[in-house]
């Protein structure tokens, strides 16, 4: 049976970005693992009995980040599953896409991560080490941009 995790990735976009170029001024959030070899993900956890997979990750999300589902917006038309193993193992991850309300909110880490970054699509794709990730983070900025 194949470990199943789900997290979203969050997006905020910065004000005082040109217009002409909205997606300049959008960054992502990375959260940095304090166990392992310290990679960079966005929130995501797995999922508990009795759970649906958007509840986990808006659970895990205020877990890791301590952002609640309502400080954050649900981008529509958005959703991304990766398979990859995990010590042998397939695992399965599905994200979703999220816009924070407010670019100002605070992030409040568990003790899972020791850090966070937001990045821009470029920075975030050199911190997210997993070519899988990296093509996803491109992927969303891709989607971002045609919706413009």
Known sequence: MAVRACGLI????LQSAPSSKVTDGIEY??????YGTHHWTPPKGHVDP???DLQTA?????EEAGLQASQLTLVEGYKKELHYPVRGKPKTVIYWLAEMKDSNTEIKLSEEHQAFQWLKLEDACRFAEYEDMQATLK?????????V
């Not at 959030?29 to 304090?34: A, E, F, K, N, Y």
């Not at 992927?139 to 919706?147: A, T």
């Open 10 to 13: 969050i997006y905020r976009r």
């Open 29 to 34: 959030l990375l959260l940095q693992t304090s």
């Open 58 to 62: 808006f659970r895990e999300t205020q």
């Open 139 to 147: 992927e969303v900025h891709q989607f971002l941009c045609s919706k």
């Open 50 to 52: 009795g759970e649906d």
